[in-house]
């Protein structure tokens, strides 16, 4: 069963960067896309970015020109790049693989927090 961890939350100033990351405990083309969530504080989990089987991409609008979305695939691992970072961004980011088999399966979440 493929596992999810996210790593590289963390505490950023305004302007500020920084690159998640999401292992995968099995081989990242078991699933057909990847996407990376977040959940700010109150209110629902929205889709942030997708990297499908093929490599194609998309945003979210509030994140487009800022955050890039890639993956290493010898590493099973899928990035997200956030820059010029903005105090609307603090949530819980979180990881989902959508398994070709059917089903979902989603990380534990790592916090960002964008603040001076």
């Known amino acids: 069963q493929v596992q999810l961890v996210e790593s590289g939350g963390g505490l950023v100033q305004p302007g500020g960067s920084l690159r998640l990351s999401c292992a995968a405990s099995?081989?990242?083309?078991?699933?057909?896309?990847m996407d990376w969530y977040r959940q700010p504080p109150g209110r629902e989990r929205e889709l942030v970015a997708t990297?499908?089987?093929?490599?194609?991409?998309n945003y979210a609008d509030s994140v487009k020109g800022r955050f890039t979305i890639s993956r290493d695939i010898a590493k099973n691992t899928v990035y997200l790049q956030m820059n010029s970072l903005k105090p609307e961004d603090t949530a819980v980011y979180y990881c989902?693989?959508?398994?070709?088999?059917?089903?979902?399966?989603w990380g534990q979440g790592t916090q960002v927090t964008v603040s001076s």
């Open positions: 989902k693989g959508a398994l070709r088999r059917g089903g979902d399966v």
């Open positions: 099995g081989n990242i083309f078991s699933m057909i896309a």
């Open positions: 990297i499908t089987l093929s490599g194609s991409t």
